[in-house]
């Protein structure tokens, strides 16, 4: 199984940006689908998740500006930003509960993608 992440890059503050994760390979079925980032020097976070059903969660501090979204039959999961702040910079990983037979289920990580707001 892989998660390939794609649509970083640089953006002024207040600017938008949509990040995609695919995933691929085998699989059961997939779970909670989320984004995380880690801004240089700091621990990784989370910014938000998403369940099969769509059920959503957000850090209180991109609440009201990000969108988490995910199109099952794709196997992808995206993540709208808008009001992008230098604060939001970051490298972005997304992550997947996948679900590798009926009866296990393992997190996969993917490589990260690199946002940087900046004037």
């Known amino acids: 199984v892989q998660l390939q992440a794609s649509g970083g890059g640089l953006v002024q503050p207040g600017g938008s940006l949509k990040l995609s994760c695919a995933a691929s390979?085998?699989?059961?079925?997939?779970?909670?689908m989320g984004w995380y980032r880690q801004a240089p020097g700091k621990q990784r976070e989370l910014v938000a998740t998403?369940?099969?059903?769509?059920?959503?969660n957000y850090a209180d501090s991109v609440k009201g500006r990000f969108t988490i979204s995910r199109e099952n039959a794709k196997n992808t999961v995206y993540l709208q930003m808008n009001s992008l702040k230098p604060e939001d910079t970051a490298v972005y990983y997304c992550?997947?509960?996948?679900?590798?037979?009926?009866?296990?289920?393992?997190?996969?990580w993917g490589q990260g993608t690199l946002v940087t707001v900046s004037s």
């Open positions: 992550n997947a509960v996948i679900g590798v037979t009926a009866a296990t289920s393992l997190n996969y």
């Open positions: 390979g085998s699989m059961f079925s997939i779970n909670v």
């Open positions: 998403i369940t099969r059903g769509r059920s959503t």
